[in-house]
């Protein structure tokens, strides 16, 4: 899928007009291949702010499917979420390039690769499924009659890339500027008059 063709699955004519959690959710689901080029062009043509906010909303509704009890697939995750919400900026040179391909190469590992094991309990059949999929039916099976047993573990074999994560842009953008605890500062206790 190239970047027109993604632009008019995302019902928008620029890639600054990416502004809605249910656009970026569609676009990172999307069964179709999307070319690296088309993800690059998408996100360089985003805002910053606005694209590190569709992140964390997405990211914060994956961890919701994640089973109590996968620590593993949760922390691993966790960590996909800030190395992305981090390199979203763009600050450093070739940053949203570089963004830009670990947002593909989570989008392949997420929707394509067969690594988690998932069991049928009523019939004891097992098959391989994308993590996406098992999430999805881990969730759906809480409103359902399904009983799904999984084994996460072939999922967690995936290579983060190193790189250096600035913690005060990470608290920055998690709990704002600080303004607010400079306000703070201003206050007196009136006991101190006495």
Excluded: H
Aim: charged share 35%.
């Amino acid at each position: 899928m190239d970047l027109d063709e993604l632009l008019a699955l995302l019902d928008i004519e620029t890639p600054s007009d990416l502004a809605y959690f249910e656009q970026f959710a569609d676009m990172m689901e999307e069964p179709r291949d999307i070319t690296f080029e088309a993800l690059n062009a998408l996100v360089e043509g985003m805002e910053p702010d606005s694209l590190s906010e569709l992140l964390e909303g997405y990211f914060e509704e994956i961890l919701k499917s994640v089973p109590d009890g996968e620590d593993d697939l949760y922390t691993l995750l966790l960590n996909i979420s800030v190395t992305l919400q981090s390199l979203s900026t763009g600050n450093e040179e070739d940053g949203m390039s570089i963004f830009a391909e670990e947002l593909y190469k989570f989008r392949s590992w997420y929707l394509f690769e067969n690594s988690v094991i998932c069991e049928d309990r009523s019939d004891g059949s097992e098959r391989e499924i994308p993590l996406s999929e098992a999430l999805t039916n881990n969730r759906v099976q809480n409103f359902t009659d399904d009983d799904y047993l999984f084994d996460f573990s072939g999922a967690l074999d995936y290579q983060l890339d190193e790189y250096i994560v600035s913690l005060g842009d990470i608290i920055e953008d998690s709990y704002g500027d600080g303004d607010e605890e400079e306000e703070d500062d201003d206050y007196r206790d009136p006991d101190d008059d006495e």
